[in-house]
């Protein structure tokens, strides 16, 4: 206990100590917090880039220094003579930049110094000198801590050791950090703290930035790609009376204004389609959900959900476009149809495989549904395999019971799972050639459900009587069935064409481009538990 509050006093103390500095600059008429912009032209990555195109240029041809031969004393003198006369070279012609970052590393010796600034595209080391930057901007630099944040002007060099730097002749401080960043060789390791303070996670590690960065390009892409399939964004809303279009507990809050209770939304189908009946033949969202359920590895109550519906199409037309847009955004984001996660190489470049639910059951369960005749058949091959199910599940319920005991974690290259039963599917066609089941798929990657599609029901009398279903469920205590939406029926009524949609978990398909163990790697905020006031 006696060292833990001896470490808390030293914190405490170097925290006073950022506290005094911020004070002494004020009194001197140098808040930083004053100042409201500053002209960046550079990130510290095109510095690099244009210094090296610059260098390519000026010196192509220049022969290397000869040193065969040389004892220690003369390769030295060789090579700084070299050095000096490509310095002149490159100074006759300066790179003038003006960047902007956070001071992660200082070394101060007597009338100049070096720092290393990062900011958002990577890092550089820059040469302060008195010389350079007037004696007092030094010194104020001199008292400066890792974590502050400065504005730089001066021109591009490279050092003896043959690092691109910027020599500066202006440093700014443009916001002073109160706080003390981790220890720089061990980062910001703790994973509660990471996720509770990501902003810190971003600045300590370069991996879970690019992670994000990567992020934003795959939705971009996704965008990119529907764009050149004429499919129209829009926007649903996320407060609802009646959450419908997929199995879930949703969260419920009240609206004063209106004086109703009110959910907020599990799904996007049910107003989606609502605007494929207005017309809109090809319409997609990508949005936050909200479903009242556990977090782990792979769920986050409130995470983001694409979905998209094409009239005049079907589930196999969903299939190509799947696909096809999988295998764009490997290109893009992964730069190969070919990338690995969690050390096994996954292949978006072959045809991806297309099974049934019942052949799949088949081939590793070998058990064949299609020869199970009744409900108390089914439960009896459950209890056989110790496969847990409730008394209201018929044969579709234990068929895809047994799917979700043997077969999921099978399916590690992409592979498209048909032709579910229609007793978890309450939204979707039948197969006209079989009753029993609809004409559904999920794609499974790695053993996750990365997407589910359906040929929509469009029949209003049909989607009635399984709304009613629906509700027998809810009323038996199924707190995740579906309850009738008599707009979702007017709509229907009014008409709606032949339609394929699909609904594919944005997060899930993030962690696995970017090779991200788990979601909350790949939420910037993920769901916590808030923390009392005495562990803060």
């Known amino acids: 206990m006696a ?36 002209d960046v032209t550079h990130h510290t990555s095109d510095v690099k880039e244009l ?44 790179i003038d930049v003006t ?40 010194a104020d630099f001199k008292k ?34 109160l706080q003390i960043l981790p220890e720089k060789y061990h980062g910001l390791t703790d994973t509660d703290a990471r996720y509770r303070q990501r902003y810190v996670d971003l600045i300590m590690n370069s991996e879970v930035k690019d992670t994000f960065i990567k992020r934003s390009m795959i939705i971009k892409e996704i965008r990119n790609f529907l764009a050149g399939r004429d499919f129209m964004e829009v926007e649903t809303p996320m407060l609802v009376a009646n959450p419908g279009g997929a199995a879930a507990r949703p969260f419920e809050t009240h609206y004063n204004a209106l004086n109703e209770d009110v959910k907020l939304r599990i799904s996007l189908e049910l107003y989606l389609k609502r605007l494929i009946v207005g017309g809109l033949e090809r319409v997609y969202e990508i949005g936050r959900v909200f479903r009242n359920e556990g977090v782990d590895t792979r769920h986050n109550p409130e995470f983001t959900l694409m979905e998209l519906y094409q009239a005049y199409t079907d589930y ?28 096994i190489e996954i292949d978006f470049g072959k045809p991806f495989e297309r099974i049934t639910m019942t052949d799949c059951v ?27 199910y409730e008394e209201r599940h ?47 798929f999920e794609l499974f990657i790695n053993g996750w459900e990365m997407c589910n599609a359906y040929s929509e029901l469009n029949d209003p009398i049909d989607q009635r009587e399984r709304f009613a279903l629906q509700d027998a469920a809810a009323a038996a205590g199924d707190e ?20 394929g949609g699909i609904g594919y978990g944005i997060d899930r398909l993030v962690m696995l481009l970017t090779d991200s163990p788990a979601i909350r790697d790949v939420l910037l905020f993920p769901t916590m538990k808030t923390l009392s006031k005495e562990n803060q």
């Open 394 to 440: 018929n044969k579709g319920h234990i068929l895809n019971l047994f799917f979700e005991e043997y077969c999921e974690k099978e399916l590690v290259q992409p592979t498209f799972v048909m032709d579910h039963p229609i007793a978890i599917s309450p939204l979707t066609k039948k197969k006209p050639t079989d009753p029993e089941k609809v004409e559904r």
């Open 362 to 388: 088949k081939k590793y369960a070998g058990i064949d549904f299609d020869a199970v005749k009744t409900d108390e058949e089914a439960k009896t091959l459950a209890k056989e395999h110790n496969i847990e």
């Open 3 to 38: 060292d833990n509050n001896t470490q808390n006093q030293d914190i405490n103390g170097l925290l006073q100590i950022r506290r005094d500095k911020l004070a002494d600059l004020v009194e001197k008429g140098k808040n930083p917090f004053e100042i409201t912009k500053y």
């Open 316 to 343: 196999n037309g969903m299939m190509e476009l799947t696909e096809s847009m999988f295998r764009y955004l490997a290109e893009k984001v992964c730069g190969s149809t070919k990338f690995t996660y969690n050390g």
């Open 144 to 177: 400066s801590d890792i974590g502050d944040i400065f504005g730089i002007k001066g021109f591009a060099f490279r050092t003896m050791t043959g690092e691109i730097s910027i020599h500066a002749s202006e440093i700014v401080l443009l916001s002073k950090s």
């Open 480 to 499: 995740e069935a579906e309850h009738t939406d008599e707009d979702f029926l007017n709509a229907l009524e009014i008409g709606m064409p032949p339609t």
């Open 51 to 94: 210094y090296t195109a610059h260098e390519n240029e000026l010196l192509a041809g220049r022969p290397e220094p000869d040193v065969e031969g040389l004892d220690e004393q003369q390769k030295r003198e060789t090579l700084k003579a070299d050095y000096n006369a490509k310095r002149e070279i490159m100074d006759a012609s300066p």
């Open 99 to 138: 960047i902007a970052g956070r001071m992660m590393f200082k070394r101060v010796m007597g009338k100049a110094s070096f720092c290393n600034i990062q900011d958002l595209k990577g890092n550089i080391q820059v040469y302060v000198s008195k010389d350079g930057v007037g004696e007092d901007s030094y």
